[in-house]
């Protein structure tokens, strides 16, 4: 596999691969000329794919002439490359079951031969994938290609697949005991807290670890949200005096006074805690989220959380996790404006902890808004109402 970031590979590091004659390997295999249209060369190619999903993922790399498993000479491929990966896109879409999030495409232009085509596929936390042929087998990568799994590799693949939530939701539950306990990685003040986890499903099932120096020219674009609930877009140097960062046992971590931090763990988890989501009201309630805004202000926090990953180089599929403890004798501070869509208040909340169930996601919604739209309705449903009002301000904003 080619360990640079998969948006930087250019022709200087397929050159490399020949330079220092990179063998295949179980990570990494050349292909001379691209599957054709045959179902021999159409299984061939989908068995390729899948063994490296089943394994720990892997680079095909097409247009590169190799002997022996090492590459001797760029051949390039010459055909229209958008066409060339929108049939291969569609073959493997078709022809893989259960579809394998995560594949990456791309030419890698600048030889006088043609272009190289690089298939990265990422080790799949689905797996097994089967090729959903006549012929359907599951295939594994090995040190010397793709073989079939036995029995006793697909039960494996299946048991760490099944174990996967299991995992999550222990650490999940391991950290929301330590917050409540305050033991927490910044010093933040009691009572009421929102909880936002990250969880990819990598962090679970290997030795993953990030690094973490990645960070260091990224802080204003991803580490400013560290209070999920104020507004961070300011630049000046009064946001800086207010907020701190740098490593710690875990990872690294930012925070903001006695409020909110952030805290990303070197295994690639995400864990950012706020204290600005509540207000103590003059009638002696505690008040929580009530106002579609600041879900809004929540779902670009999940948006902003997950691209900084994806900057990492953090494979999906991710959960979202969001909880939220110490509410008890807490309302909804519903705005005004929306107080007839609701038609009444209702009694504050009688529990003091909301696990709201995870999302798990196999890549980046499109609509972020729309994919936690459960975790929202959950929450208003916990505090007596139908569901979040968000829907029916939106509808509203619509027609006006």
């Known amino acids: 596999m080619i360990q640079k970031p998969f948006d930087k590979i250019d022709k200087s590091d397929i050159e490399t691969l020949i330079t220092n004659e990179v063998r295949e390997s179980r990570t990494i295999e050349y292909k001379q000329e691209l599957p054709g249209n045959s179902s021999h060369d159409k299984y061939e190619f989908l068995a390729d794919v899948s063994s490296f999903a089943n ?22 491929i010459k055909d229209d490359m958008d066409k060339v990966m929108q049939r291969l896109e569609n073959m493997i879409r078709d022809g893989i079951e259960p579809r394998i999030p995560g594949i990456r495409l791309k030419p890698v232009d600048g030889f006088l031969q043609g272009s190289i085509l690089l298939i990265h596929v990422p080790r799949s936390w689905s797996a097994p994938h089967m090729v959903a ?8 990568r090995t040190s010397t290609g793709k073989a079939p799994m036995d029995v006793s590799q697909i039960r494996d693949a299946f048991a760490l697949t099944e174990a996967l939530p299991k995992r999550m939701r222990q650490f999940r539950d391991e950290r929301l005991g330590r917050i409540a306990a305050g033991e ?42 560290v209070s999920l609930f104020e507004d961070n877009t300011s ?16 990872g690294r971590v930012a925070f903001m006074w006695d409020k909110a931090y952030c805290q990303v763990f070197r295994t690639g988890q995400i864990e950012a805690v706020d204290t600005s989501f ?107 109402y139908a569901e979040s009002p968000r829907h029916k301000a939106n509808a509203a904003t619509s027609k006006t």
């Open 278 to 384: 509540f207000s103590q009201k003059d009638n002696g309630y505690l008040y929580a989220l009530g106002n579609p805004a600041d879900e809004k202000t929540l779902i670009k926090a999940v948006e902003t959380y997950m691209d900084m990953l994806v900057k990492l180089e953090v494979p999906f599929p991710m959960a979202v996790a969001v909880s939220m403890i110490g509410v008890k004798n807490s309302k909804l501070s519903v705005p005004e404006k929306l107080t007839r869509l609701l038609q009444q208040e209702r009694p504050p909340l009688e529990r003091d902890e909301l696990i709201f169930p995870e999302e798990l996601f196999e890549e980046k919604p499109s609509n972020m808004s729309q994919a936690l739209n459960s975790i929202f309705d959950t929450m208003w449903n916990a505090y007596g």
């Open 133 to 140: 042929t006549k012929n359907s087998r599951f295939y594994m």
């Open 55 to 76: 394994a720990v993922g892997g680079d095909l790399i097409y247009g590169i002439d190799a002997h022996d498993g090492v590459p001797k000479q760029i051949t390039g």
């Open 235 to 250: 630049t000046d140097d009064l946001w800086f005096k207010h907020h701190q960062y740098g490593y710690n046992y875990d």
């Open 184 to 225: 927490t990685f910044a010093s933040i003040r009691e009572g009421a807290k929102l909880i936002l986890h990250i969880l990819p499903a990598v962090s679970f099932a290997s030795n993953f670890k990030l690094d973490l120096s990645l960070l260091n020219d990224e802080y204003e674009t991803y580490w400013k949200p």
